[in-house]
């Protein structure tokens, strides 16, 4: 079992960038794909990015490559999310996920993950 626990969220001017923060209790954390999540009032919920368990491999969505950054800590039992020249569209609530079944072909499926946090909202003003 693990549970996930998002902090770091707020409002930003666009342009800005926000740094989102994701604690994981239990001693497996390194074991799970970590991945960020967002979902803007009206939209299904939308990958963000993904990272294995050892933090070599990374995946971003096209919308936010080169201007997001995640990491992990395993440590720390904690998951980054480095947001950076945040546009208006960026708005919604980030979730962290936890998927226990390991690297994928696919990792932008929100049913693969098997633990999920509460969210943090991002709001980004023009």
């Known amino acids: 079992q693990v549970q996930l626990v998002e902090s770091g969220g707020g409002l930003v001017q666009a342009g800005g960038s926000l740094r989102l923060s994701c604690a994981a209790s239990?001693?497996?954390?390194?074991?799970?794909?970590m991945a960020w999540f967002r979902q803007a009032p009206g939209k299904e919920r939308e990958f963000v990015a993904a990272?294995?368990?050892?933090?070599?491999?990374?995946d971003y969505a096209d919308s936010v490559k080169g201007r997001f950054t995640i990491s992990r800590d395993n440590a720390k039992n904690t998951v980054y999310l480095q947001m950076n020249s945040l546009k208006p569209e960026d708005t919604a609530v980030y979730y962290c996920?936890?998927?226990?079944?390991?690297?994928?072909?696919?990792?932008?499926?929100?049913?693969?993950?098997?633990?999920w946090g509460q969210g943090t909202q991002v709001t980004v003003s023009s």
């Open positions: 996920a936890a998927d226990q079944a390991g690297w994928s072909s696919r990792r932008d499926i929100v049913y693969d993950y098997d633990y």
């Open positions: 239990g001693r497996t954390f390194s074991r799970y794909v």
């Open positions: 990272i294995s368990w050892s933090g070599v491999s990374t």
